[in-house]
Every structure is written in structure tokens, then in C-alpha cells.
């Protein structure tokens, strides 16, 4: 599910700050904690609250991260200014409620990345963030030619569909995209998705949810397919519905150490029985997938060092 986070910040980049909290600026991060993730026809699972809220002072933002890590990692250990040093990544398998064909999981990511917080406006810097999440899930092309990737549906697009979305005094504060990536070469998933984004003086905030009004859409489904390599050549299976999920990612910038901005991603999304056969592969094989996204990340915000003009 890495390639959500970099996708909801690409699709809704260029906002600007508001004093308001994100509860007040982001209705969609709001409905996603307050109703839940919609995972099936009448199934909703709540994403929890932010680990890392803001108006906090510099001792309080260590406590939270102190009861975080506590038995994991040291303090020192995790703030520590490195591009391998560690992250927490939590994948939850008993949420409720869950439904026996495709279950629910949950999955947490957390971690701190060092640099300029103002980097988060910067096109080019995010657009390579993407770069950063393709290479690590997607398959490099389909057969034919076409390339994994996100897409922003057009005005003229969603007023076929009847849709309208929210807008704020910057024109930007909802946007709806079609993304498509690959997970662990065993799935190609391609689901359209609301984007909705909000930053105050402390921290940014994006959320994301698989868009339920495009299930069954001609051009921009929601729909998972089975990838099976024979030999130098990969079977996509036939489209399949794929039942929902969401997420929030929140970046918070730190009183101290010095720079240090706390990354936060908390996600629910379906696992249909058909991805893995029934095996749980995701909770072995995601973690160095994670931990080599987060120090690409990292080495990213290493091109924007704190203060950077």
C-alpha cells in the first residue's frame, strides 16, 4: 500500500497553510476517523487518531514518542539524524469488522526524516517522492506498453459522473485521481481514489479513500488482478472488484532535535482471500519493502536541508 503515500501528496500538492486544525480544514480525514474506512457494501472500519497531535511543546513530543517506541527502540536510537535509522511498521490482521472474503488489515508506519518542512510545497520534490514509490511497487510496464502511475481526473471527467468536489479559497483542496501499482509482483491493484489535504503551522496532513462511486466505472474502476510470471512473461489475471480502503498520512514538525519532522501513516485496506491464496505473505514480506521506501524518503529530504531557501 506504500504507493498511496506518495501518491495522495503528489495529487494534492500546492495548498497553503491554515491555521484551522485538520479536523476543521479536512472533512474527508474527519469521516475517515470519526465513520471509518468503507470496506464492503455496509462494513466501515475507523482509522485510529493521530499519534502525534499538534499544540504539543518539545517535552510532550517526546513523551508520545518515548510510549511509542518504548521496548523497541531507544530515543536517541530512533531520532538519531541517519538515513538507516530505524522505523516502526505495525500490520494489524484481527480489525473489526471483517468480511471472511476479503479481510480487513491495518497497517501503521512511523518514522522521522530530517529536513526543510517547507519542502512539502515543492513539485519537483514530490514528484520524484513518486518516482521513489513506483519503483518500489510497480512492474515496470503492463504487456502493451502501458506504464504504472496516478493520474488526476479532469473537471470534464468527473461532470460525466456527475461529480463535485470540494473546493477552498486555493482551489485545491480536494482532488480525485486513478492510481495503479503493483504489490509484492503478485497483485496489480488500480482504484480511484478521493484526496483530500490540509497543513497547519505545525504539520501536513493527507487522506485518501478508495472512491466507492467509481466501483463498476468503464474508464477508472476499482479493481485488483492476479500477476503470475511464466517464465519471461507475466499473466494478468482478469479484473476483479476490489472492496475499499483507506488512509491519512501526517508529517509534524518537531520542537526538537533540530529538523526533525515525525511521519506518520496509519492505513486500512482490504486483503482479498485471491491475492495470496490465503497466505499471509504481507506480514513477511512488507517490512524491507517499507524500510527501503522510508530511506529513499529520507535521502530525498536530505536534498532539502533544514532552512533551505
Given amino acids: 500500500m506504500n504507493g498511496w503515500?506518495?501518491?495522495?501528496?503528489v495529487i494534492g500538492s500546492s495548498f497553503c497553510a491554515d491555521p484551522s486544525s485538520h479536523a476543521d480544514q479536512n472533512r474527508l480525514f474527519s469521516e475517515l476517523v470519526e465513520k471509518g474506512v468503507p470496506i464492503g457494501e455496509k462494513l466501515a472500519v475507523k482509522l485510529p487518531a493521530p499519534t502525534m497531535s499538534d499544540g504539543l511543546s518539545a517535552a510532550e513530543q517526546k513523551?508520545?514518542?518515548?510510549?511509542?517506541?518504548?521496548?523497541?527502540?531507544?530515543?536517541s536510537e530512533f531520532t538519531r539524524r541517519s538515513v538507516v535509522a530505524p522505523q516502526l511498521l505495525y500490520l494489524k490482521s484481527d480489525l473489526v469488522p471483517s468480511d471472511k472474503a476479503a479481510p480487513s488489515r491495518g497497517l501503521d508506519v512511523y518514522f522521522l526524516v530530517y529536513g526543510d518542512f517547507g519542502a512539502t510545497s515543492n513539485q519537483t520534490f514530490l514528484n520524484r517522492l513518486l518516482a521513489i514509490s513506483r519503483d518500489s511497487n510497480a512492474e515496470s510496464a503492463e504487456p502493451g506498453g502501458t506504464?504504472?502511475?496516478?493520474?488526476?481526473?479532469?473537471?470534464?471527467?468527473?461532470?460525466?459522473?456527475?461529480?463535485?468536489?470540494?473546493?477552498?479559497?486555493?482551489?485545491?483542496a480536494e482532488r480525485i485521481g486513478h492510481t495503479r501499482f503493483d504489490i509484492l509482483d503478485r497483485v496489480r491493484l488500480s482504484v480511484t481514489?478521493?484526496?483530500?489535504?490540509?497543513?497547519?503551522?505545525?504539520?501536513?496532513?493527507?487522506a485518501v479513500v478508495v472512491d466507492r462511486r467509481f466501483h463498476g466505472d468503464s474508464e477508472f474502476p476499482n479493481v485488483w488482478q492476479s500477476l503470475k510470471k511464466t517464465g519471461d512473461r507475466v499473466v494478468i489475471g482478469?479484473?476483479?472488484a476490489y472492496p475499499g480502503a483507506g488512509l491519512y498520512l501526517k508529517l509534524t514538525r518537531l520542537a526538537e532535535p533540530a529538523g526533525a519532522i515525525f511521519v506518520e501513516e496509519h492505513v486500512v485496506f482490504t486483503e482479498p482471500v485471491g491475492w495470496f491464496d490465503g497466505v499471509n505473505l504481507l506480514r513477511s514480506k512488507l517490512p524491507p519493502v517499507v524500510q527501503a521506501s522510508v530511506r529513499s524518503i529520507r535521502r530525498e529530504w536530505q536534498k532539502f536541508p533544514p532552512n533551505a531557501k
Fill in 63 to 75: 513523551r508520545v514518542i518515548e510510549r511509542l517506541i518504548a521496548g523497541d527502540y531507544s530515543y
Fill in 5 to 9: 503515500l506518495t501518491t495522495c501528496l
Fill in 238 to 240: 482478469e479484473p476483479q
Fill in 193 to 206: 481514489g478521493r484526496v483530500s489535504w490540509s497543513q497547519t503551522a505545525e504539520s501536513v496532513l493527507a
Fill in 147 to 172: 506504464e504504472a502511475g496516478s493520474t488526476t481526473l479532469s473537471p470534464e471527467q468527473l461532470a460525466k459522473r456527475n461529480i463535485m468536489v470540494e473546493a477552498s479559497d486555493s482551489g485545491r
